[in-house]
């Protein structure tokens, strides 16, 4: 059969970088495509990047049809599944990928809503009530920003700065986190600026970005006197996404966590401990910079 590709689900989730597609075709030249593509009827779902070196080499591949999918949004949603759960994403794209969840599960919500006040209105549609268009899982709760965290390996505070960005910052800032020439917590500050102000900065590269970062920073804390120059430093950047890291890091050990782990129970208790020894540091080096 003609398998379909639509660039909408091609470009849903951010493609491969070139070393990771060229890594990919070597593996697939050397051993074959190993994993079957995801259908969903003729549409490709999963597979894309082995799809396309597949076609372009002339080798066999399989295929599988995923029977649940009822909707895009249901195709969407097992997309997200799979490649929150996938070491190679980032933290920013685990991130934006949780908020597009959270945003399908609520919008459906309302879909649900709605429907649950035709049915007590009367004013109920036929098909509704045949349950033609109800989705293939149970709805769910409104997601927390706490466990859009636990889901996507995050802290609480980097799910934040993901949301401002996602909401605020102009479409070049989001290319450079996502390239890795700014950080998550410096992009959510340049997020803050004006969009023109955003794209100078980035325009002038990784060292405007973090000094736009910086003074945006710095103009939300409250006047003092000069610093000396060794305090000049941006050490908050620095600690605030080790300690982020860390968070991540601790969430990530729970969630593997059985009654037969003594090894990770004491790497969650040692890494616990680590974040509240920065945290200290953290806060001894913004007191002295106060005093300065």
């Known amino acids: 059969m003609d398998i379909v590709v639509k660039e909408e689900l091609k470009a849903y989730i951010d493609p491969l970088t070139a070393d990771e597609h060229d890594a990919l075709e070597r593996s697939i030249l050397a051993e074959g495509c190993r994993d079957a593509l995801v259908l969903w009827g003729d549409v490709l779902v999963d597979g894309h990047n082995r799809f396309g070196i597949c076609q372009k080499h002339g080798l066999p591949f399989n295929t599988v049809q995923n029977t649940r999918f009822q909707s895009m949004e249901d195709v969407h949603l097992w997309m997200i599944e799979q490649h929150l759960g996938r070491r190679s994403v980032s933290d920013f794209q685990r991130g934006v990928l949780a908020l597009r969840k959270r945003d399908i599960l609520a919008a459906r919500k309302q879909v649900e809503q709605a429907q649950l006040q035709r049915e007590s209105d009367g004013t109920a549609d036929v098909a509704d009530e045949a349950g033609e268009d109800s989705p293939p899982w149970e709805p769910a709760p409104k997601i927390s920003r706490a466990e859009l965290a636990r889901e996507a390996k995050l802290s609480t505070s980097q799910v ?50 973090k000094q736009a970062a910086k003074r945006v920073r710095e103009s939300k804390r409250k006047p003092r006197a ?67």
Not at 175 to 193: P, W
């Open 160 to 209: 934040g700065m993901i949301e401002r960005i996602h909401a605020q910052a102009a479409a070049e800032v989001v290319e450079a986190v996502k390239a890795g020439v700014i950080s998550i917590s410096a992009a959510a500050a340049v997020a803050d600026l004006p969009e023109d102000e955003q794209r100078a900065a980035a325009a002038g590269g990784k060292d405007e970005l």
């Open 226 to 292: 000069a610093k000396p120059e060794a305090a000049e430093m941006d050490f908050e950047e620095a600690d605030e996404e080790q300690i982020a890291s860390r968070d991540a890091e601790v969430l990530s050990a729970l969630e593997q966590l059985g009654e037969d782990a003594p090894a990770l129970r004491r790497r969650v208790v040692a890494l616990t401990r680590e974040n509240d020894t920065l945290r200290a540091q953290l806060a001894a080096l913004r007191k002295q910079l106060e005093v300065l």
